[in-house]
């Protein structure tokens, strides 16, 4: 194999709209780039893992992998546990390359998706002016992964939004509720709710709840399997290789 392989890793989810999600967005890039090899691995809950597809490709000749987070911040599994996964498979599999590649985001691709994703829940550029926007995330204790979804709040809101307000899922408040209330209680006339979740599951069904309960007036589906974060997973893996060719050469 004389190009590096593509293995994308998400984390999995005993929701079965998790994985399907994950494999349509893979088919997706697959298609962006043919010829281009594109693997699929999760961290748990979902087959198959990480060392069993990095395993099949030593097996089947390849010498170097991508593996990219399908992640959009870096907390905990970007930080610690892929890093640890892939630490394992280069000690087992001396001769295959691995190289981790950079989370998703922030990127301008990723408020793209958001923004396709208001459009067909049916908000109009102008709608903007009069409509408070929910960016719910699914939350963290980290405070690196925090700031930047503080900061995607901060750069939406010059888009033209009324006002822009982060809310979590876990770890940390507010929720989606509390944020959609709150910009209630400020006066602002339609609130929409954007979840900046890739797959559906368990969390992006508790900020679909939250938005629900507290009367949102529009909810945006999670980022899927869109042209956008397709390309992005193509960024993401070709500023990898241009890496690994500087190290090589240095």
């Known amino acids: 194999m004389t190009h590096p392989a593509l293995l994308v890793i998400a984390h999995g989810s005993r929701d079965p709209r998790h994985a399907a999600t994950v ?8 298609a962006e780039r043919p010829g281009l090899r594109v693997e699929t691995a999760f961290l748990e809950f979902n ?5 069993r597809v990095l395993e099949r490709l030593a097996a089947q000749g390849a010498d170097e992998v991508v593996a990219l987070p399908l992640l959009l911040t870096r907390a905990f599994h970007a930080k610690t546990d892929i890093p640890s996964v892939l630490r394992e498979a280069r000690a087992r599999l001396p001769r295959l390359r691995v190289r981790q590649a950079g989370v998703l985001g922030p990127s301008p691709l990723l408020n793209a998706t958001l923004e396709r994703r208001l459009r067909e829940a049916g908000v109009r550029p102008g709608d903007l002016p009069r409509t408070g926007l929910v960016l719910a995330s699914a939350g963290s204790s980290d405070p690196e992964a925090i700031a930047v979804i503080a900061e995607i709040a901060r750069e939406l809101r ?3 939004w009324c006002a822009v307000r ?13 944020a959609v209330r709150a910009l209630r209680a400020e ?9 900046y979740v890739i797959a559906p599951g ?5 900020i679909a709840a939250g938005a629900r309960a507290a009367g949102a007036d529009v909810l ?4 899927g399997p869109a042209p956008e974060l397709a390309r992005l997973l193509l960024d993401r893996f070709d500023e990898a ?7 090589l050469s240095a």
Do not use: I, K, W
Request: proline share 11%.
């Open 166 to 178: 982060p809310a979590f899922a876990s770890a940390l408040l507010p929720r989606t509720e509390d």
């Open 47 to 51: 087959a198959p893992s990480v060392p």
């Open 220 to 223: 945006a589906d999670v980022l």
């Open 187 to 195: 006066g602002v006339e339609r609130v929409a709710v954007a979840p």
């Open 241 to 247: 290789r241009v890496t690994v060719g500087a190290s």
């Open 158 to 160: 010059h888009t033209g």
């Open 23 to 30: 494999h349509a967005l893979t088919e997706r890039v697959r």
């Open 202 to 206: 368990r969390l992006p069904d508790r």
